[in-house]
């Protein structure tokens, strides 16, 4: 089950260096503005809170990250300690998201569905 918890936390860090690529460096890009449903204009206004957001998103990813690697090293009490803190952050923002706004659903569910799963395969490996 740990491994499925790492495979899982993996896919989820791969997501958020994604939006991390999406966020801080194509977001006025048309397909990006396509993708999170933003003109021009408001792209361009948002740029620097995107950025930013961004950040956060690849912060949240290197955490897991790390968790893996220190899980696969055998370092379980490290590595578990790091990927609760990534993949919890990662769940709790999604959470944060649906709570915001309705419309937000579909991403939220697309972020916050595969460290859910991370923690709970955790969880699982600790019984």
């Not at 396509?34 to 408001?42: H, I, K, L, Q, R």
């Not at 620097?48 to 897991?64: D, H, S, W």
Request: charged letters at 10%; aromatic letters at 8%.
């Amino acid at each position: 089950m740990l491994t499925l918890a790492l495979i899982l936390a993996g896919l989820a860090a791969a997501i958020h260096v994604y939006i991390f690529y999406l966020e801080s460096v194509a977001w006025t890009r048309p397909a990006t503005r396509a993708t999170f449903s933003t003109t021009e204009e408001e792209a361009a206004a948002t740029r620097g809170m995107a950025y930013n957001q961004g950040f956060y998103n690849l912060f949240l990813a290197l955490v897991t990250i790390a968790g893996i690697v220190a899980s696969a090293q055998g370092s379980g009490a490290v590595g578990a300690a790091l990927l609760i803190a990534g993949c919890g952050s990662m769940a709790a923002a999604a959470v944060v998201l649906i709570i915001s706004d309705k419309k937000y659903v579909p991403a939220a569910l697309k972020q916050g569905t595969l460290p859910a799963l991370a923690l709970v395969a955790l969880a699982v490996s600790a019984l």
